[in-house]
Structure formats: structure tokens, C-alpha cells
């Protein structure tokens, strides 16, 4: 079992940089694939990145590739989003995701969710 809490949202003026950290709970985090999907009001839920339980492997969705990096510490516990030249549709809540397996995160349905955290780009 696993409880994840994110943090580090806020206010950010467009090109600006933000990251995000992600602190999980129990004993075997090393054991789960780590992610993070956003929402914004009205729209669907949507992946932005994962990484594998030992951090060798990662994956993004195309509309912040280059632009935003997922990284984890197993021996901290903890998972960061470290977003780069951000844009005002790069508005919404991130969510600290997790799973013990690919697929399952992959497609959206993770074992696990944080509770969000509220990032907002301004134009």
C-alpha cells in the first residue's frame, strides 16, 4: 500500500519553470512504476509522465517532451516533475500517480493517486 502527497504547485508565469515532488509512504516504493497525469477543469484526465521502479526508464506524453522531466528517489521515496518552459495550457492539477505495473499506470488507471496539487501558468 501506498499513499502518495504532492507538493510544489503554484502561480507561474509563462516560460517559467516549476517542480514538483511527490512523497510516498510504505516500505516497498521501490516496487511500484511511478507517474503523473494533470486535469484541468472540464477536461479529461490525462498521463504526462512515468518512470520505472528503478528511474532507467521514462516516458512522456508529446506535449511536454523536452520540456518537463520525471525523476524519483526510492531511497528518499520520492518522485519529482521538473517542468520547464511552461505554458498557460500546462494549467491544472497534478496528480502523484503509482502502480506496480506499466500498463495499468499507462493507460490511466493507477493504483494509487495523490491527492493533486493546483499548478496554474499565466499568460
Known amino acids: 500500500q501506498v499513499q502518495l502527497v504532492e507538493s510544489g504547485g503554484r502561480l507561474v508565469q509563462a516560460g517559467g519553470s516549476l517542480r514538483l515532488s511527490c512523497a510516498a509512504s510504505?516500505?516497498?516504493?521501490?516496487?511500484?512504476?511511478m507517474g503523473w497525469f494533470r486535469q484541468a477543469p472540464g477536461k479529461e484526465r490525462e498521463f504526462v509522465a512515468a518512470?520505472?521502479?528503478?528511474?532507467?526508464?521514462?516516458d512522456y506524453t508529446d506535449s511536454v517532451k523536452g520540456r518537463f522531466t520525471i525523476s524519483r528517489d526510492n531511497a528518499k521515496n520520492m518522485v519529482y516533475l521538473q517542468m520547464n518552459s511552461l505554458k498557460p495550457e500546462d494549467t491544472a492539477v497534478y496528480y502523484c500517480?503509482?502502480?506496480?505495473?506499466?500498463?495499468?499506470?499507462?493507460?490511466?488507471?493507477?493504483?494509487?493517486w495523490g491527492q493533486g496539487t493546483q499548478v496554474t501558468v499565466s499568460s
Open positions: 500517480t503509482a502502480d506496480s505495473i506499466w500498463s495499468r499506470l499507462r493507460v490511466g488507471s493507477p493504483g494509487y
Open positions: 510504505g516500505r516497498t516504493f521501490s516496487n511500484y512504476v
Open positions: 518512470i520505472s521502479r528503478s528511474g532507467g526508464s521514462t
